[in-house]
């Protein structure tokens, strides 16, 4: 999954997996995203992994709020 979101692909890999590991993934894909510049894709996947599991909202609302203000690494 990390080797794909590094050559641009961003979809799951079709394993069962639970909340959690997907909420991961979906972060792990957001901040690959991210780095790539594609950051409306990057917001999506920030979304989907607050929706999946709350054990990922403060994370991805930390990491949206830095998107929405400009910051960038």
Known sequence: M???AAQGEFTLP?????QVERAQLL????????RQDR???GRG???????THPQYFEASV???RALD???RN
């Not at 972060?27 to 991210?34: D, N, R, S």
């Not at 996947?45 to 929706?51: G, R, S, T, V």
């Open 2 to 4: 990390l080797v794909g």
């Open 14 to 18: 079709l394993v069962n997996k639970t």
């Open 27 to 34: 972060y792990t894909m957001a901040l690959a995203a991210i």
């Open 39 to 41: 950051f409306d894709l």
């Open 45 to 51: 996947l920030l979304a989907e992994a607050i929706d």
């Open 62 to 64: 930390a990491t949206q």
């Open 69 to 71: 203000s400009g910051v």
